[in-house]
């Protein structure tokens, strides 16, 4: 299969790689321009970016479709499909339409369940038990089109964001693979017009750690924002970020910690702190991490 790959974060990395082990033909990459990182904001080109290139894959990084040289420059591509994964622009229905068998996304949810940006991340602050790929045929709306192929995956008491990521990231990678291994005879299916739910970009401002809240919640808007923004709170005028809990039975006033090594009440149960982040520093293990950090029962957490 002829393919056009469509991709930017980490996240995108491993479909690429499935694809071209899978003997498929990749004549060329889209993903999002060098942006500056690291502390001399240097522009780094993106991990997808980063990969192709190594293997002497063509690389285009447009700002847009909206020039008829960028349109005709796809064209003369002549894909037989193409793979968005993570790209991070919104396709025009004029390229939507110029491979063959259409534009494929990889998408990280039981769709029609959130649909949008950060789909990982807010299965699991809404507690979701169960989430997975959809491997979705492309077309205006906003991850409205029908889908190929869906695998399911359990979201674990112990997932992040992070963890959860990994995962997907393998189980995408197969998925798209076994499409594109099929696809003339595939027919995607059309999704439900019930349970539509919207993956809303993360925000900053929601990091925040209401410690009013039930011990569940609190746990899973820690966990669905580990390993990035972080979820924070403030105790000795120093913030701390919390990257893992576990739910205790244990009660106190909300906000306070009434165990150790760092058991804080909720407003309903408390949770036990399994890994945490000071400023400047690493994210730890709570054992490690309480060692250097003076804090006894009674600290009043905000």
């Not at 750690?209 to 924070?232: M, Q, R, V, Y």
Request: aromatic share 6%; net charge neutral.
């Amino acid at each position: 299969m002829r393919v056009v790959f469509m991709g930017t974060p980490d996240f995108s990395v491993s479909a690429l790689r499935a694809i071209l082990s899978a003997g498929h033909k990749v004549v060329a990459v889209y993903s999002q321009p060098p942006r500056p990182a690291g502390r001399g904001k240097k522009e780094r080109p993106s991990p997808v970016h980063e990969y192709a290139a190594s293997l002497d894959i063509p690389v285009y990084t447009p700002l847009n479709f909206k020039e008829e040289a960028e349109r005709e420059k796809f064209r003369a591509l002549k894909p037989e499909v193409a793979v968005v994964v993570a790209y991070g622009l919104l396709l025009p229905q004029e390229i939507l339409d110029i491979p063959k068998y259409g534009c494929l996304n990889i998408h990280a949810s039981l769709l029609p369940r959130w649909r949008g940006a950060a789909p990982i991340q807010r299965a699991i602050m809404a507690g979701d038990h169960e989430t997975g790929i959809g491997i979705m045929q492309m077309e205006a709306g906003l991850d409205t089109g029908p889908v190929h192929l869906e695998k399911r995956i359990n979201i674990e008491s112990y997932d992040t964001a992070g963890t959860l990521h990994d995962k997907l990231c393998i189980l995408g990678a197969k998925a798209i693979v076994e499409v594109l291994d099929n696809l003339p005879q595939s027919t995607p299916t059309a999704q439900s017009e019930h349970g539509v739910t919207y993956a809303k970009k993360i925000d900053k401002s929601e990091a925040h750690i209401n410690w009013s809240l039930p011990a569940e919640t609190i746990k899973n808007h820690i966990h669905g924002l580990s390993p990035f923004p972080g979820a924070w709170c403030e105790v000795n005028e120093e913030r701390l970020k919390i990257h893992g809990a576990e739910i205790s039975d244990q009660t106190g006033t909300a906000g306070q910690m009434i165990g150790k090594p760092l058991i804080i009440a909720c407003g309903d149960k408390a949770l036990s702190i399994t890994r945490a982040q000071r400023p400047g520093k690493g994210p730890m293990d709570i054992n490690a991490l309480m060692n250097g950090f003076a804090l006894e029962i009674g600290a009043k957490f905000s």
